[in-house]
């Protein structure tokens, strides 16, 4: 996703795309960042933790919607569960995105 599908709005599209296919939203910040608020319904594995719940997620069968506080970190994350055939979008931001949802 470059700079050119963002400013254009084609990562919206991409999020309302992986939603009407049933994607799980994955907030890859710490515990603590995520009690302190998050998207409804979103499920919370900690960057560190994501290697080890590869199998897990490839058994779930859905796209995946990975947040974070700055799109930093969900960006990793979206980039190994990619590396690893699971279908992932960087969703950015925690707040941000969930305006977009």
Same mark, same amino acid.
């Given at each position: 996703?470059?700079? !050119?599908?963002? !400013?254009?709005?084609?990562?919206?599209?991409?999020?309302?795309?992986?939603?009407? @296919? #049933?994607?799980?939203?994955?907030?890859? @910040?710490? =515990?603590?960042?995520? =009690?302190?608020?998050?998207?409804?319904?979103?499920? %919370?594995?900690?960057?560190?933790?994501?290697?080890?719940?590869?199998?897990?997620?490839? $058994? !779930?069968?859905?796209?995946?919607?990975?947040?974070?506080?700055? #799109?930093? @970190?969900?960006?990793?994350?979206?980039?190994? !569960?990619? %590396?690893?055939?699971?279908?992932?979008?960087?969703?950015?931001?925690?707040?941000?995105?969930? $305006?977009?949802?």
């Amino acid at each position: 996703m470059g700079l !050119l599908d963002f !400013l254009t709005g084609n990562k919206n599209d991409k999020i309302k795309d992986f939603q009407s @296919r #049933g994607a799980i939203i994955i907030d890859v @910040r710490t =515990k603590n960042e995520f =009690k302190q608020g998050a998207i409804p319904g979103s499920k %919370n594995i900690p960057l560190q933790e994501i290697h080890s719940k590869i199998d897990y997620l490839k $058994k !779930l069968n859905k796209p995946i919607i990975a947040c974070c506080a700055s #799109g930093m @970190r969900s960006g990793n994350a979206s980039s190994i !569960l990619n %590396n690893h055939g699971i279908e992932t979008i960087n969703g950015g931001g925690w707040l941000s995105l969930s $305006k977009k949802l």
